[in-house]
Nanobody, 121 residues
Framework: QVQLVESGGGLVQAGGSLRLSCAPS????????MGWYRQAPGKQRELVAT???????NYAASMKGRVSISRDAAKNTVYLQMSALNAEDTAVYYC???????????????WGQGTQVTVSS
């Protein structure tokens, strides 16, 4: 069973930076759109950024200018570079991706288990 595995979360001071990474746990045929979402305590999960297989990106207005999403197609890995973090960015960050495990499979949406990002003020 393929899973998405995130890394890079942790505790950072306000104004600091973090880089999150996410990749499938096993081999797959192809990854389509990939992205990051976050969920703060007591709030709904919300979009942070997405990137298509062609490299087109989409960012949440609240984070535009402070985050950059990128991907390594050969590794089917997606990255989220975050800077100028503040306490309101504290949340669990989830990786999301549409993956085709084999060439005969239709794309299926996968979610990672989440990585905690805590920004101290």
């Amino acid at each position: 069973q393929v899973q998405l595995v995130e890394s890079g979360g942790g505790l950072v001071q306000a104004g600091g930076s973090l880089r999150l990474s996410c990749a499938p746990s096993g081999s797959i045929f192809r990854s389509d759109v990939m992205g990051w979402y976050r969920q703060a305590p007591g709030k709904q999960r919300e979009l942070v950024a997405t990137i298509t297989s062609g490299g087109s990106t989409n960012y949440a207005a609240s984070m535009k200018g402070r985050v950059s999403i990128s991907r390594d197609a050969a590794k089917n890995t997606v990255y989220l570079q975050m800077s100028a973090l503040n306490a309101e960015d504290t949340a669990v960050y989830y990786c999301n991706a549409a993956l085709r495990v084999s060439r005969w499979d239709a794309p299926r949406v996968y979610w990672g288990q989440g990585t905690q990002v805590t920004v101290s003020s």
